[in-house]
């Protein structure tokens, strides 16, 4: 009995979500019920994460692609992020006030201190295999990081 109520519930919520809203037969749905909120308000829309770097790219410039292909899903600036908000919350448990989460701003990171975190893993964070981020290409990605330290200058 209780299986017949929860999937006749079931049914009148998507016979109700499909139904067009409170228009009748043959009018036009009002622009208050069809207006979608603006992505751009809801989600970062930078379609690079996640895909694959240029080939023909060298240098800072395949180290961007490459930290876009692998890391910025979770260490961009944006909704949701998981690496970013778990740097906020690790600073702000540790009164850290003055570190940016956002990987791409900080100036403190060191080649050598990414290339440990990605193949070491760090809290939540997995590890990184060479047959995902090759030696090559998480130099490039530890430069790209880099560069905003005024300390660290490039080989």
């Not at 180290?63 to 909704?79: F, K, M, P, S, T």
């Not at 740097?87 to 403190?108: C, Q, V």
């Not at 060191?110 to 090759?134: A, D, H, N």
Request: proline share 5%; with cysteine.
């Amino acid at each position: 009995m209780r299986a017949k109520l929860i999937s006749g519930g079931l049914l009148a919520l998507v016979l109700a979500a499909c139904s067009g809203g409170e228009q009748g037969p043959g009018e036009e749905p009002s622009p208050e019920t069809t207006a979608t909120p603006d992505q751009s308000e809801l989600w970062d829309t930078n379609l690079t994460f996640g895909f694959a770097a240029s080939d023909e790219a060298t240098g800072l410039e395949r180290g961007q692609q490459v930290y876009d292909q692998w890391c910025a899903i979770c260490h961009a600036d944006g909704v949701g992020m998981a690496g970013t908000d778990s740097l906020k919350r690790t600073y702000m448990m540790a009164g850290i006030t003055d570190m940016s989460p956002i990987l791409t701003e900080r100036t403190d990171l060191t080649p050598e201190y990414v290339e440990l975190v990605v193949r070491q893993g760090v809290k939540s964070m997995p590890y990184f295999r060479t047959t995902e981020v090759s030696d090559e290409d998480l130099a490039l990605i530890g430069a790209y990081l880099a560069q905003n330290n005024p300390d660290y200058q490039e080989e």
